[in-house]
């Protein structure tokens, strides 16, 4: 008998016999001058934001000019993945460079400051802990959810200035919930009167940030809470959607708010001379939200693992390094944008054993060849919901119903034909892949409810 050492790379190969024929080419984005040495990094995430919910994805009724400026001044990736479907576990995979389902992080936290259990494991080191040790200052304006308590706080795990909240939400005029519910600049709570309009203000501290730290490398970490709910908006985005009404105008003006704010921090990078020494990524946390967001031309939304609740946004600027227009149709991971800056900071070799995912930047430049990920994995609820990913091929198992299913994403990117049944052996396969990937995961640390969200929804017809 083979042992598992032989057996799994054997499986893999197989695997990919089923996949390359289907793999979609790249545009290769030549770097035009060596990179440099500690580039800035800047992460913008958004929340609950649309797959077609910015211009470089089709979007016609929100004009998102700066974030359209991401992906047309460097690369576009139309097959952009996080990894996982709800935003806790999401930013926990982004932050970690690891799959959350290796420690736990499966679910969001919902507990108070007092709550002690759930939050991101402190045993789990995080990218700006990282980078910490090779000489970077680190921030984190926006919202955190990785758990309330102290040990928990962005300032105990590796970033040295913080403004934004600890939950999941928060009330974009500054209005508390309860005790807990607070604004902070650091481990001072701010007061609701402090607050313009959440989006602003977030914006006007991430270029202070810039401003401050300009001299030497810095990590920025601008995890905007839009458009996630409540539906709140000032007048003067509201004024630019006469065309929309209800909540789809809220949503669009929500969207249009950070558009002006990354068209800011754009612009400071400028100013201060940092443009081609600042790698900028941005995309949304996780697919969108059901209500109001767009995520045609794919299948789901926030919660699920069609294509709708993973595929995000996903775009990277690097002037001088990253060829201008480039789009890059290989699948890539949110887990690609710790590797990358662990690379490009020098604290690859430190913490190699511990990151999952792949410096992207020789894919980008021509160095490296052949494909970033052979296959990608998903799991919610501790397999209630899974799904994995190789070449053209995709299953996935979603909450609620009661079989696998396959699709040829190159030929029903919006997974209406259920091929599970006409190819056996690429179902057989890819089960075992993710049976494989699953297999040193560990159970869910805690539960939330968003389980019984999904179960009304696909009760009233909706999925």
Known sequence: MRSARVTIPAFRLRLWVYAIGSLLAGTTAIASTTPAAKPNIIIILTDDQGYTDVGFNGCKDIPTPNLDRIAHEGVHFPEGYVTHPYCSPSRAGLLSGRMQQRFGHE????????????????????LPARLKTVGYTTGIIGKWHLGKAPQFNPLNRGFDEFFGFLGGGFNYFGEARD???????????????AITYLTDDFSAEAVQFIQRNKANPFFLYLAYNAPHAPNQATPKY?????????????????????DDGVGRVLAELKAQGLDENTLVFFLSDNGGRLDVADNHPLRGFKGSTYEGGIRVPFAARWPGH???????RQPVSSLDIHATALALAGGTAAFADRTEG???????????TGIPHVALHWRVAGGWDFAVRSGNYKLTKPGLKPAVELYDLTTDLREQHD???????????????YYRWDAPNVPPLWLDPHIENVKKERAAGID
């Open 358 to 368: 792949v410096n992207l930047v020789p894919y980008l430049t021509g160095m490296a």
């Open 419 to 433: 091929l599970s049944a006409q190819l056996p052996a690429v179902k057989a396969l890819l089960l075992d892949e």
């Open 322 to 328: 990253l060829t201008a227009g480039t789009v890059y």
């Open 107 to 126: 679910h969001n936290p919902e507990g108070a400051t007092d709550d002690n259990e759930e939050g991101i494991p402190v045993s789990v080191v995080l």
């Open 238 to 258: 509201l004024a630019r959607f006469p065309h929309l009404t209800g909540a789809r105008k809220i949503y669009a003006a929500m969207v249009s708010a950070v």
């Open 179 to 193: 005790k807990d519910d607070s604004i902070y600049r650091g481990h001072t709570k701010v007061p609701a009167k």
